[in-house]
């Protein structure tokens, strides 16, 4: 499991994913990722998930299964297989760390980045590997529209990161969050989660704070 120690990352500021798998998770579940300038190169992976900072003097591949993928500086993701590229796509406005999660069946991965430095904005896509064609997924927004229909804010925006996949219902985990910044109101860094149907996004079950902190515990990724 990664991050075991919650304060071993006091100077690389992980994020909310890997905090909730040390088991160190926050009243406020919002926390900020590592800064692409500060944090260059930095990389930690455990079983199908890996959070990295890309840096362009230090390139790396990651691997899964047969595939393997690279994301730049810039926010170029791609996915192959051998040498034939399946998918090549942009991670839009990429500033902080890039996290991938993996399905059991690696047919399934979700990509979470930030556009905004180390504590935002977090987005998610999802993307379904059908032999040699990658097809992005509408996984996300069913579960962020419900979220911000309750808590949202104005100035910023709301968060959504993956948390993982849940292995018994081969659903996707997101965690969605107000922005953690006082002009966000009462609801700063107010955070729920929702396990979703990767085809369409439809809610399988959604989980407040305290329910998803014992999720996590019981279902460490």
């Not at 051998?82 to 839009?92: F, I, K």
């Not at 609801?187 to 989660?193: K, P, V």
């Not at 396990?195 to 998803?212: D, M, N, Y």
Request: aromatic content about 10%; glycine content about 6%.
């Amino acid at each position: 499991m990664l991050l075991r120690d919650c304060y071993a990352f006091s100077t690389v500021r992980a994020l909310v994913i890997f905090l909730l798998l040390s088991g160190c998770m926050p009243t406020m579940a919002q926390r900020a990722a590592p800064t692409a300038i500060s944090d260059a190169g930095y990389t930690a992976c455990s079983h199908a998930s890996c959070l990295f900072v890309p840096d362009d003097e230090l390139p790396q591949v990651y691997r899964q299964g047969d595939l393997s993928y690279t994301v730049k500086e810039d926010g170029s993701f791609t996915l192959s297989r051998d040498s034939r590229v399946l998918l090549s796509t942009h991670l839009a406005d990429l500033s902080a760390s890039v996290f991938v999660t993996w399905s059991s069946h690696s047919d399934w991965f979700a990509v979470t980045w930030s556009d905004g430095g180390a504590i935002g904005n977090f987005h998610t896509r999802v993307f379904h590997v059908k032999e040699n064609r990658v097809e992005e997924a509408d996984s996300v927004q069913t579960a962020f529209a419900n979220f911000r229909r309750r808590h949202w804010c104005r100035t910023r925006g709301d968060n959504v990161q993956a948390y993982g996949w849940d292995r018994e219902t081969g659903t996707l985990v997101l965690v969605t969050s107000v922005y953690p910044t006082g002009d966000c109101g009462k609801d700063l860094g107010h955070t729920e989660a929702y396990l979703v149907e990767p085809a369409g996004g439809s809610i399988r079950k959604h989980l407040t704070l305290p329910e998803f902190n014992a999720y996590a515990k019981s279902h460490a990724q």
